[in-house]
């Protein structure tokens, strides 16, 4: 019998979001990061977060730095393997200058769907994580992003221990986002002691 394939898509969750935020406060993901400016024209770099670049368009509004400021998209193009990036209103070097480092979000609600079976990271962050023999080992804190495998960093509820679970099939048996549960199998070796 063979399972889906896992997806999980790497928008990231800005800072604010992951140490207990308001539960009423919208969610936003990082689709990218500002980096330093690029010519004269107000064009700036942007190390992207996302599997869509593609919705980075011309006339999207977009959510930048700590206090998520609301910014137009002007322009959007690659340059040497580099994502260059102008907003509304900033027209020159030293303006958008002023950008540089600030994370660049979107509403959570306006991520595109995905086919059954992938998830966006942040639908992975949280989640209670429990074996096939029904222990509970603690909840989904951290996902570390490898060459092999993603893994997953599962804190205790208590905050003593913490797991390093692989994003393999071995491993990760499913994953229930009604219920808010991944169900894994541990291997040898998988727990200290």
Do not use: C
């Not at 950008?99 to 962050?125: K, S, W």
């Not at 989904?140 to 208590?158: C, H, K, L, P, S």
């Amino acid at each position: 019998m063979s399972k889906k394939p896992r997806t999980y898509r790497s928008y990231r969750l800005p800072a604010s979001h992951h140490s207990g935020s308001s539960s009423d406060e919208p969610l936003y993901l990082a689709v990218g990061q500002l980096r330093r400016p690029h010519g004269v024209r107000g064009e700036i770099r942007m190390e992207v977060f996302t599997d869509f670049p593609e919705r980075l368009a011309a006339g999207r509004t977009v959510f930048v730095g700590p206090r998520r400021m609301p910014l137009q998209i002007r322009s959007v193009r690659w340059h040497n393997g580099a994502l260059l990036v102008a907003f509304e209103g900033y027209n020159d070097r030293e303006q958008v200058g002023l950008l540089r480092n600030m994370l660049v979000t979107i509403p959570a609600e306006e991520a595109p769907p995905l086919p059954e079976g992938e998830f966006y990271y942040h639908q992975i962050l949280g989640l209670r994580v429990v074996t096939d023999e029904g222990e509970t080992l603690g909840r989904v804190t951290e996902i570390m992003e490898t060459g092999a495998n993603d893994v997953f960093v599962v804190r205790a509820d208590d905050g003593r221990s913490e797991i390093l679970l692989p994003d393999t099939d071995e491993v990760v048996l499913d994953i229930d986002l009604a219920a808010g549960v991944m169900k894994v199998h541990l291997l040898p070796g998988l727990r200290e002691g």
